[in-house]
Every structure is written in C-alpha cells, then in structure tokens.
C-alpha cells in the first residue's frame, strides 16, 4: 500500500513536469573557471503573460533535488496553493565538496566555496534576472552540505534570498552562532525553514535542534520561522518530506482562507474581518510582486464571518470590494444590501437587490435569493 501512494505521488510530481517547461543549459562560469550545468523549470503559464513576473527557487545539489522542488512547486501552485515560480537547479554531482569548501578558523567560504559562493550571487543570479521575468522573491534550497552553505547568504548586508530551506545541515560549528545572531536582527520579512529527521547522524541531530533552541528563542517579527523533524525518514529521503513542508510554510498567506484559518483567527478577529482579509491580499503583494485578485473563496469566508458574529457593519467595506473585484456579478450588490438591511434602511436594501438581480450569479447567491430578499423587504414595508 505504501509503495502504492509513492508510485502515485511520483506520477503525479512527473506529469506535472510534463506540462511545465524544463530546460538544460551550460552556464560558462568566470568565477568557477569552468562550466556548470544548470535546469531551468518555467511555469506553465510563462509564455501567455508578458508583464508577469515570478518568484525564483535556487536549488543546490541540483542533480538529485532539482526534480522534487520542482514537481511539488509546479504542483502547489496548480492548486494555487502558492504563486507560480521559476525553479533553477545547480549541479553539484563531484563537485560537492569543492564547492561548499569552508574554513577551519571561522566557518566561512574559501577558495572554491568561495568561488561558488560568488559564482551563485554575482552571476547565476543576475544571468537569471536579465533572462527572465523574476520577482524580488527569492527561495534558496539545500541539503545536508549545501543546507549549511545556503545560510552564508543571511551573513550579507543585503540578503539575496528572502527565503532559506535548510534540510538536515552538515552545519560548520561557527554557524551555531552566526545563523541566531542574524536572524534576530533580520530588518525585513525573512523565512527560515529548519528540517530533520530523527535517522540522521547525532552530530546532525545535535546541531540542528541546539540551532532551533536558538531561533525559537529569539523575538523578531520580520522572521517567520518553522521547524520540522521527522520519524521515518533517512538523511536522504527527508526532502521529500520537507519540500512539501516548507513550501506550506513560506506561502502560508497566498493560499486561500482556510476552515481552520476561519475558525481560528478570522472568528475571533478583534478588527474588521474586511481588513484582515485586505492586509493579506497587500502582504501578497508586497512580499511575492504579485496583485491577486481576491478568491471568491476568501470573500465567502469573511461574509460567514461577518454573519455569524454579527458584524454586519463591515458589509458595506466588503461590498464595495466585490463590486471591484467582481463587477459584473451579483456579490457585490448582494453584500452592499445586506449592509443596508441589516443597519435599518430597508430602502436602499430594496432598491440595491434589485439592481444586483441584473448581474451574473456567483458564489451560491442566485437572482432568485436577491429578488426574494427584495421582494420580502417589500412586503413588510409596504413600498
């Protein structure tokens, strides 16, 4: 059974590379002094919009980790569960070791890990923005070895990455001080996503949970930090488990309201359920490059909201949002006269159904309920 579900899996994260495009390029490196081949994943989507503009995953160890990024990557945002992104793999396959070289003295890059430690920032980078349409969101990936060298971009003044994924680290030993030191002081949002598995060898094991001792101690509202450590797992299949995890974690506020987001945060909101719901669509796009149009999703959750505590003042903010967002249906109108029903002017109520029974049906209200609401209003006034 369980062979089954990974079979699965497996033709899942596969056919949906099939539908995204990979490509396979030969990067001549300065720095490096040699070439180094790299995979390019676009999203589906990428030729049919010329103004998009896309987050990009950089992901070491490219030759083994490059295709479970980029299948869940592809994936989650099929389900729009996080934005579409450009992947890019780097290989590493006989060079591991010479490319995350560091020093005995003080844990930071020298000779070649130096070199690809520029080779990353000062020229696949900038290759990569100049050739396609990427955000300012960035996610850099590693494991094992290339875990702990990703984290040697948080020690720039100006961070390359916004987001680091940093599964089972063979961390350098100075990094137990610098990666807390850092994160504490981080001056805009930052993602650091920790990962684990109780098989991996007890120095990786020690490490990894005194670093997440350290994170969890420290009060920074710029990081958003997430910890994982898994039972069943080997060092070399805790990717697996730990991609999914992370990307659950990073694009947290792109996917749409949740049952439990709902019950949890949004009923028990202390500010206008309309605000919540307008400083995530803006935290969307000030951290991805990206205005989302607001799901009809999310606007059924605030309205359910809305009804059920009663707040029925907020229907008029949410209305006029709708009728934005949504012009040529019904939900805008039907939210605007439920506004005015529920705050004593039955009048505009009518009127404001009526005029809403012209526009298309969406999200469960139909012209009959909004006539009926009309008609009802109607009735008990007299007009």
């Known amino acids: ?14 056919s949906a590379q099939i539908e995204a495009q990979v490509k396979y390029e030969t990067f001549q490196s300065s720095k490096l002094g040699e070439e180094r081949q790299i995979k390019i994943q676009l999203p589906r989507g990428y030729s049919s919009n010329d103004d998009k503009t896309y987050p990009l995953f950089i992901v070491l160890d490219g030759d ?35 490319d995350t070289l560091y020093s005995e003295q003080n844990s930071l890059p020298i000779e070649t890990g130096a070199a690809f430690f520029e080779f990353v920032g000062m020229e696949l980078v900038p290759y990569l923005e100049n050739s396609f349409r990427i955000s300012n969101f960035k996610v850099a990936v590693g494991h094992g070895e290339s875990a702990n060298f990703i984290n040697y971009y948080l020690l720039k ?21 610098y990666i807390p030191e850092v994160l504490g002081k981080i001056p805009s949002k930052t993602f650091y996503y920790l990962a684990n598995t109780k098989n991996n060898s007890e120095s990786i094991l020690q490490m990894t949970n005194a670093l997440n001792s350290d994170i969890l101690a420290l009060e920074n509202e710029n990081l958003v930090y997430d910890f994982d450590s898994f039972e069943g797992a080997s060092h070399y299949s805790v990717p697996t488990h730990a991609i999914p995890s992370a990307i659950e974690g990073i694009f947290k506020v792109f996917r749409p309201i949740s049952k439990e987001e709902y019950k ?46 009663e707040w029925f003042e907020y229907y008029e903010e949410l209305g006029k949002m709708a009728r934005k967002a949504y012009p040529e249906t019904i939900l805008g109108g039907y939210y605007l006269g439920r506004f005015y029903e529920e705050t004593g002017e ?25 006539l009926e609401r009309a008609d009802s209003i109607k009735e008990d006034f007299g007009y």
């Open 264 to 309: 949890e945060v949004i009923l028990e909101l202390e500010i206008s359920p309309v605000l919540y719901l307008q400083e995530k669509y803006q935290a969307i796009s000030d951290l991805f490059g990206i205005d989302k149009k607001i799901l009809i999703n999310d606007f059924r959750a605030v309205a359910a909201a809305i009804e059920k505590n």
């Open 157 to 177: 003044p100006k961070l390359l990455f916004q987001a680091y994924v940093v599964i089972s680290p063979e961390l350098a030993p100075n990094m137990l001080s």
């Open 346 to 370: 039955p009048k505009k109520a009518m009127r404001t159904y009526q005029s809403a029974y012209a526009f298309e049906e969406i999200a469960g209200i139909t012209r009959d309920e909004v």
């Open 1 to 14: 059974m369980k062979k089954s579900v990974i079979f699965f899996l497996f033709l899942l994260i596969t």
């Open 64 to 98: 083994y980790m490059f295709e479970a990024v980029a299948g869940n990557v592809d994936y989650f945002s099929y389900w729009e569960d996080m934005p579409e992104a450009i992947v890019v793999g780097v290989n590493q396959y006989g060079k591991r070791f010479d």
